[in-house]
C-alpha cells in the first residue's frame, strides 16, 4: 500500500505544488506506507523540457525522497489500451466526431454521437455515463455523489489526437492495488467520479481520497504553473517547508524557519493530521 504524488512535468514546482507534494508525503509517512512519485505525462507537447528533471531536483532538495523507481504515464501507454479493450468490450464506448463549435452551445455532451461504432481515427472517443450516479467519500470533505449524465456528460477516454484521456491513465494508475490512498489538490474533487467510475468498470479499487486546498493569487486565480507561478527556489527549502506547514492547518514554531529540513520533516510527520487542514477550498498566497 502507498501514496504518491503525480506531478505533471508542464514547469517547475511552485508553492500550490509543495502543498501537494509534502501533505501527501506526510501521509504517506503517518500511515507508514511508501511515497510513490509519478510524472503524468501523456501530453507530450504540454510537457515542457527539463521540467521533470527540474521537480524531481526541487523536491529532493526538499527532501521529498520518493520510495522506488519514478513511474511515467508515457511508458505505460500499452497498460492504458489494454483497459481500453476492457472497456470496449463492455460496450460503453463511442466515437465522436463533433466539432468545437457543435459543443460550443451545451453545457455538457448532449450524447449526440451514442450510437457511432465506426472507428475513424480523427474521431474522440466518449464513454457512455447514462443514469449513473457515483458516490465519492473524501477524509476532508465527507460524501458527494454525482450525476454523471448531468453533471459532466459522457466524457472523453481518447482525444481526437488519439491520446489518452488524463481520466483513462489516472483511474488505472490510482486504481493499482499499490496505492490506497490520493492527497491532491481541490481542484480535481469534481474529476474524482469520472475517474471512479472508471475503476468500477475496470474492476479496480478506489483508493481513500483527501483533496487539499489550493493556492490562488489575491485575485483567486489558481496558482499553476501554466498561468507562471512564481516556482520554490529549492535554496529556500527549509522556509518552504515551514510556510508549507502553516498552510496545511500546522502550527511549528517560530524559529522552526531556521531548522535543517531534517528537522522540519520529524516535526511534520509528527504533528500531520489531515483533520487539521483547512476546510475551504482555496487559500490566497501572499507573495
Ligand atoms: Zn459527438
Not at 500511515?31 to 521540467?51: C, E, H, N, V, Y
Not at 505505460?76 to 468490450?89: G, T
Not at 514554531?253 to 489531515?274: C, F, H, T
Request: glycine residues 6%; hydrophobic residues 35%.
Amino acid at each position: 500500500m502507498s501514496g504518491r504524488f503525480a506531478p505533471s512535468p508542464t514547469g517547475p514546482l511552485h508553492q500550490g505544488s509543495l502543498v501537494t507534494a509534502i501533505g501527501s508525503y506526510l501521509e504517506a509517512k503517518k500511515r507508514k506506507t511508501p511515497w510513490l512519485l509519478r510524472i503524468d505525462d501523456l501530453d507530450g507537447f504540454r510537457s515542457m523540457r527539463g521540467a521533470r528533471d527540474e521537480i524531481m531536483r526541487s523536491l529532493d532538495a526538499h527532501g521529498l525522497h520518493w520510495d522506488g523507481p519514478v513511474q511515467y504515464q508515457s511508458n505505460r501507454i500499452e497498460v492504458y489500451m489494454e483497459a481500453l479493450s476492457n472497456l470496449e468490450e463492455q460496450d460503453v464506448l463511442f466515437y465522436c466526431n463533433c466539432s468545437r463549435k457543435l459543443l460550443k452551445n451545451h453545457r455538457v455532451y448532449p450524447g449526440t454521437c451514442r450510437k457511432q461504432s465506426n472507428y475513424q481515427s480523427d474521431r474522440a472517443i466518449r464513454i457512455s455515463t447514462k443514469n449513473r450516479v457515483i458516490t465519492c467519500p473524501d477524509q476532508l470533505r465527507g460524501n458527494r455523489s454525482y450525476e454523471l449524465e448531468t453533471a459532466f456528460g459522457d466524457f472523453i477516454i481518447v482525444r481526437r489526437d488519439q491520446i489518452i484521456s488524463y481520466h483513462l491513465a489516472t483511474a488505472v494508475d490510482d486504481g493499482s492495488p499499490e496505492i490506497d490512498h490520493v492527497v491532491r489538490g481541490y481542484d480535481l474533487l469534481h474529476e474524482t467520479p469520472k475517474q471512479q467510475y472508471l475503476m468500477e468498470l475496470l474492476n479496480l479499487r478506489p483508493p481513500e481520497y483527501a483533496h487539499l486546498p489550493v493556492l490562488t493569487d489575491e485575485d483567486g486565480v489558481k496558482l499553476s504553473k501554466r498561468t507562471g507561478a512564481t516556482p520554490v527556489n529549492p535554496k529556500n527549502a527549509k522556509e518552504n517547508w515551514f510556510i508549507t506547514l502553516r498552510l496545511l492547518g500546522l502550527n511549528p514554531p517560530v524559529d522552526a524557519a531556521n531548522w535543517e529540513i531534517k528537522e522540519l520533516k520529524k516535526w511534520g510527520m509528527e504533528a500531520w493530521q489531515l483533520e487539521l487542514v483547512p476546510q475551504q477550498s482555496a487559500m490566497i498566497m501572499d507573495t
